[in-house]
């Protein structure tokens, strides 16, 4: 059932459910709403209330839109990012699956994601050329790169109901830094373009304006709270969950909307629908004349069988993509004897089982070069792996991004200095957080960042012994990490030793799962948090460890 707010000033009631559209008080739009789906055009399986339960997937959420289409008006269908990346549909199609199923929900604009420029300019452009919604972004600039120019806009202007709305689009600007856009596309402030847009829409008589972002719940809040003119903030990248749920496995992070005030003193609406398809957040907002906020409600809906039925058509023709990668999906390389953590409260924040077995598997893929220490970027673990069966695209969905491993010479400091940067934004969930093999290492949350690591100890023949500032010490890590991803410019600027060996990451994660046959990987103390906050340690994800609940 959907919760009800209202702006008791204006003394006014929404209309129901069943009759939205234009009334006395104003005109009532449902924003319907996804982001973060990476290619995650089947349903997943979540235990809900202690039954595994079927979540999400194309078929069903073009069932969801279509019985809104029967039965309500004035309906805008939005995405805010992230559509690529993150199943083996993204590696066989390169979003091109994903797009024709958007075609066929109707959804009409789509913001630009970090993931969007994976593979660079030119993936993202044939992506976009066949396009038939808006795809929008105010702060990227392509004026340097031609494969993208005029194939998106900072915003549109759409019809809905005989009104005309205003969607800005937003892309995080650490894209350059967690993504590969290259070096002919720039990332202005977020801030200033969204200020701006809102201005040119105000010019053109456009009043009824909703930002669609892709920087995080946590930055859609200052947003919100800087931005005039723009009543609504459908966010997306944080995969933040919203709302309130009756399964206790679930943990919102906040109210769906979140309401907050900007400088005028206005309310600002925020909404996010967590990842996968797994929710589609329901947004009604009746705006006044003015375009001012008049009253508002809303519901993030849990994409549960009972929530919608899987469109039958669409489930056919999700069936004819999946021919092509159903064979490499099914083929079983080891056995797990426990689950393998890889959610993304876990390994951005703490030490994994599945972290620890990806970073064992560099050491092991590399040992011929002499590797000591290997160095895994938690934002690029993308997936759990359930006990049982470990298939070549459970792989593919755990390290999804093609990546080499690069062995390079690091000086004690230059290490220390990489898991500085590990732990600088913890509290944000940031995905530069290493995991490791070959050291441990303890950091305090209660000083500054760039001072939290007190200690680090490498592995070595005689058991852990301190690390050496001065020393040299042989690493292997990812390239995207090496080539300063995620804000690693110790990594990229280190004079040392450096050889790109072409292994993909994911290959050499196979031949040591094969290696190893039957897997049974736990938590060994290499990562120690001290004085982390009350109410941090994560109360639910999708695959539980035994003993990991409560570390």
Known sequence: MLRRREVLKAGLALAPLGLLGRAQEGFTLTLVHTNDTHAHLEPVELTLSGKKTPV??????????????????????????????????????????????????????????????????????????????KVVSANVDVSQEPRLKGLFA????????????????????????????GPTVAFLDPYETAQKAVYELLAKGVNKIVVLSHLGYAEDLKLARRLVGAQVIVGGHSHTLLGSFPHKELSPMGPYPTVVKNPEGKDVLVVQAWEWGKVVGLLEVTFGAKGELLAYKGEALLMTPEAAPEDFFAKEALLAYAQPVMALMQQVIA??????????????RRESNLGNLIADGMLWKTRGAGTQIALQNGGGIRASIPKGPITVGKVYEV????????????????????????????????????????????????????????????KGEKG????????????????????????FTVLKEAQGYRVDTGFSDAESFMDYLKELKVVEAGLEGRIEVLNEPKGEKPAYFAYRVPGLVGV
């Open 56 to 133: 999400g997937g194309v078929a069903r959420r073009i069932a969801l839109f279509d019985r809104l289409r029967a039965s309500r008006r004035n309906l805008l269908f939005l995405d805010a990012g992230d559509v690529f990346q993150g199943t083996l549909y993204f590696n066989q199609y390169r979003g091109l699956a994903d797009r024709y199923f958007m075609h066929r929900a109707l959804y009409r604009v789509m913001a630009l994601g970090n993931h969007e420029f994976d593979l660079g300019p030119g993936p993202l452009a044939d992506f976009l050329k066949g396009a038939r919604f």
């Open 154 to 181: 900072p915003y549109a202007v759409v019809q809905v109901g005989g009104e005309r709305i205003g969607v800005i689009g937003l892309t995080t600007p650490d894209t350059k830094e967690i993504a590969n856009p």
């Open 335 to 348: 056995e797990a004897k426990v689950d393998l953590v890889g959610e993304r409260a876990i390994v951005r």
């Open 399 to 458: 390290l999804p991004f093609g990546n080499t491993l690069v062995v390079m010479d690091l000086k004690g400091k230059e290490i220390l200095a990489a898991l500085e940067n590990g732990v600088s934004q913890w509290e944000g969930q940031a995905g530069r957080f290493l995991q490791v093999s070959g050291l441990r290492y303890a950091f305090d949350l209660s000083r500054p960042a760039g001072s939290r690591v007190v200690r680090v100890e490498v």
């Open 464 to 487: 852990y012994v301190p690390l050496d500032l001065e020393a040299t010490y042989r690493v292997v890590v990812n390239n995207f990490i090496a080539n300063g991803g995620d804000g």
